[in-house]
């Protein structure tokens, strides 16, 4: 089983500030998801990365996929009220089955 | 925007009955999968179905659960004895084919009593 390892799992910051969360493993992926969950409710797909060093920018969100596609970053600029949830990356596996980290709580307090 | 749904969103049942959760994945997508969410915990693979046959199933997948495409739209998972420990959130997703994004249900709520 690949494993997903992510940080931290617990962000707590003001709105303005940056936050960056990191999700690693030992494995390679031929893709990772990045998905936001709020409770009670399903993951929503944010973006999906594919190449080695590839960025991706989602508004004020910015992807990054390592260039072994072992780990991924998410970084949030100037974060929002809006942005607080849980943040879950998921690496792609056989058959298209996600294989999940257990994802970082983020709270932005206004 | 073409969206995976899933009914009941919410469903309580005693120990021992069965169960069986339904989902319509987006219309054009032929890739199926059921994931589970214990309460606190990270989501888990279940089952990944594509033409019409179960592609992959994890450990989680015992004899107690059994997925069916039954016609066009639908697609179905039934526990056949609920255990307490079934209690979770069950979420469906599609793709279009193996490599583009997976999209989520807003999932069901089985609690078993």
């Known amino acids: 089983t690949q494993l997903l390892e992510q940080s931290p799992q617990f962000l707590s910051i003001q709105e303005g500030e940056n936050l960056t969360v990191y999700c690693n493993s030992s494995?390679?992926?031929?893709?990772l998801q990045w998905y936001r969950q709020e409770p009670g409710e399903g993951p929503v797909l944010l973006v999906t990365?594919?190449?080695?060093?590839e960025v991706k920018k989602l508004k004020r969100l910015t992807f990054q996929f390592g260039d072994a596609r072992k780990d991924s970053s998410l970084h949030i600029t100037a974060a929002q009220p809006g942005d607080t949830g849980l943040y879950l990356c998921?690496?792609?596996?056989?058959?298209?089955?996600?294989?999940f980290g257990a994802g970082t709580q983020v709270v932005v307090t206004p | 925007e073409p969206e995976v749904t899933q009914t009941p969103s919410h469903q309580v049942t005693q120990m021992g009955q069965e169960v069986i959760l339904r989902c319509v994945p987006i219309?054009?997508?032929?890739?199926f999968y059921w994931y589970r969410q214990i309460l606190g915990q990270k989501v888990e693979f279940l089952v990944s179905?594509?033409?019409?046959?179960?592609?992959?199933k994890s450990e989680i997948f015992d004899d107690q659960f059994s997925v069916e495409r039954p016609d066009g739209s639908n697609f179905t998972l039934k526990i056949r004895s609920t255990k307490l420990e079934d209690s979770a959130m069950y979420f469906c997703?599609?793709?279009?084919?193996?490599?583009?994004?997976?999209?989520f249900g807003q999932g069901t709520r089985l609690t078993v009593v």
């Open positions: 997703a599609s793709r279009n084919d193996r490599a583009t994004e997976a999209f």
């Open positions: 494995s390679v992926f031929s893709s």
């Open positions: 990365v594919v190449t080695g060093g």
């Open positions: 998921a690496g792609d596996g056989s058959w298209g089955k996600l294989q």
């Open positions: 219309s054009n997508h032929l890739y």
């Open positions: 179905f594509y033409n019409n046959e179960i592609s992959e």
